[in-house]
């Protein structure tokens, strides 16, 4: 079994987000990055999970972006994929990252792919869906449980409100969220035999961009909080209903 | 020329978030000059409804398949060229997002997903979408034929516009399901929290799941959804579908109460486009107040049944 796990590299959950020229570009000054939590935490360690319960086949990750990416593609080695691909390119579109991935997985007999369900900077969510049309297979979005038994996976997807439990026959695209799997640390053995797995870099396929980011903003914070005496929760009731009007 | 709404109706019925769409398919056919047409499943009754909020032509179809977006994608895809539409505005919603990404490719058009506001469509086409789990707005500027939208919940306030509207059938059943739905298991009486107007959140403030009793009433006199912090879903107090923030759900009700959370960057950046914020913390340090618009400083297990009786008495009077 064949499994192909998309991985991002985004800003650390602490970093400042801050923009330069005008508002044009992310300020990537003093940012530091890590995988994708959802493609890590969840994505990645499930298929490696089911990689080591079928007991064959390999888990193969797959990164959009520079040289400076390699870091966390080796650290998707270090936790437990069997190899990993970069495609030399910037990553600049959901649909430029999504093309590149169908490309190399409809060469490569792939089963199953995986990611995160959103990266966590550009929210989108659209690389799945539309790696899945591209590949004219199912997608499975919101995995929260996903097993495999022959060909056939059944996969708990969450809805608003609750979730859907549903059978699809492989090959399909699986997004990964809270659930799927527990992290995994990598441990010194991981990391040594991370920097011997192969990490191969191959030229991207071209793209027509049909969108492109013109301008970032950050919104405006809050004024300042207007403190409420704990003794006095009429007053606060008071404020929420005739000033915030929001009860 | 057309504007192409997906309206999901849920057991016959339609979410506050589906109306939003249809509006904000209504508002934005009216700025281009087209017609606002709405792509549902309903019944013709139920669906009649969907013309309170701007829809002008209705295409009801029947499906047992609503769970495969591969399945409404060649469904969407057929309305929109038999219509000859140029917009496809969809919920951002699970569904939404997965039929987002896939409409882009097959109608081999420019996609924006969580767009926050009706696009400007003055010079070009650009949509506002919320980033960095709002810490900031980007401005998309789609460039092509057909633009596939979905749209934030809570980002366009409901308004009835009442328009008369015509009801038409729409065969789907040329298109088939590849996957099975074995069961769908719903959280029945509750709004899901992405669709909540009023979230009730605690943390670790509340020291022990087993003091949860006041959240929950709380949350039963407000009408709210509950909600929680990152570690308290890690440590299994609280199911992980109640956890908001980055690496939870991003939300923006109209009424966000934070108890017993202190307000790291992390947790702020899924909830800090809540219209009215209202930390609750014994620390007045704590840096979620300088997030907040009302703040009440002192043991949230003495403040948050004294709030409970004040609005008590709120809602009698």
């Not at chain 1, 079928?54 to 888990?59: I, L, N, S």
Request: aromatic share 6%; hydrophobic share 40%; glycine share 8%.
């Amino acid at each position: 079994m064949n499994l192909l796990v998309c991985i991002s590299k985004t800003p650390e959950t602490t970093a400042k987000i801050a923009f330069k020229e005008n508002g044009t570009q992310f300020d990537t000054d003093g940012v530091q990055y890590i995988m994708n939590p959802y493609d890590e935490w969840y994505a990645l360690v499930r298929a490696i999970e089911l990689k080591e319960s079928v007991g064959a086949g390999k888990v193969i990750a797959i990164n959009v972006g520079p040289p400076s990416n390699d870091i966390v593609i080796r650290k998707a080695l270090a936790i437990g994929a069997d190899e990993a691909v970069r495609v030399d390119a910037e990553a600049n579109s959901a649909s430029f990252v999504a093309k590149q991935v169908a490309s190399y997985a409809k060469d490569n007999n792939i089963d199953m792919v995986f990611l995160g369900k959103e990266t966590i900077d550009y929210n989108g969510s659209l690389v799945g869906g539309m790696l899945s049309e591209l590949l004219d297979v199912p997608y499975l979005s919101y995995a929260s449980n996903i097993e495999v038994s022959g060909n056939e996976a059944t996969v708990t997807c969450e809805i608003e409100g609750g979730v859907e439990i549903v059978k699809a026959t492989l090959p399909l695209v699986v997004s990964a969220t809270k659930g799927l799997a527990e992290q995994r640390i990598p441990n010194m053995r991981g990391i040594m035999m991370a920097k011997r797995k192969p990490l191969n870099v191959i030229p991207p396929v071209g793209v027509e961009e049909k969108e492109a980011i013109v301008s970032y903003q950050i919104p405006e914070g809050k004024t300042g909080v207007k403190l409420v005496d704990l003794e006095n929760m009429d007053e606060l009731v008071r404020l929420l209903h005739e000033e915030a009007k929001a009860i | 020329m057309s504007v192409l709404v997906f309206a999901e109706a849920i057991k016959n019925q339609y979410k506050k978030s589906t109306f939003e769409v249809v509006l904000y398919g209504a508002r934005l056919s009216k700025q281009l000059g087209t017609e606002c047409i709405v792509l549902t499943n309903g019944n013709g009754d139920s669906a009649s409804n969907l013309g309170v909020y701007g829809a002008q032509k209705i295409l009801n179809f029947e499906s047992e398949n609503m769970h495969d977006n591969r399945m409404l994608t060649k469904v969407i895809s057929a309305a929109v060229s038999q219509n000859g539409s140029t917009v496809v505005i969809l919920s951002d919603n699970s569904k939404g997002k997965a039929l987002a990404g896939r409409l882009a490719i097959n109608l081999d058009a420019a996609v924006v997903s969580g767009a926050v506001a009706l696009p400007n469509t003055n010079d070009g086409f650009k949509v506002h979408k919320s980033l960095f789990s709002g810490k900031a707005v980007g401005s998309y500027s789609l460039n092509a034929d057909i633009k596939v939208i979905s749209v934030a919940g809570n980002s366009i306030g409901l308004e009835e516009i009442g328009q008369a509207v015509s009801l038409e059938s729409f065969d789907a059943s040329a298109h088939s399901s590849t996957v099975s739905l074995v069961e769908t298991k719903r959280v029945e009486g509750t709004v899901p929290l992405p669709e909540a107007e009023l979230v009730v959140s605690a943390g670790r403030g509340m020291k022990a799941p087993e003091n949860w009793g006041i959240i929950d009433e709380l949350a039963g006199v407000l009408g709210a959804t509950t909600a929680c912090s990152r570690p308290v879903a890690d440590t299994g107090w609280r199911p992980h579908h109640e956890h908001v923030g980055q690496t939870g759900i991003a939300i923006k009700p109209n009424l966000y109460f934070a108890i017993g959370i202190s307000g790291a960057i992390q947790h702020l950046a899924g909830v800090n486009n809540s219209k009215t914020i209202v930390v609750i913390n014994k620390d007045p340090e704590a840096p979620f107040f300088k997030a907040a618009d009302y703040g009440v400083v002192g043991d949230l297990f003495d403040v948050v049944p004294r709030l409970i009786e004040s609005l008590k008495k709120f809602k009698a009077s």
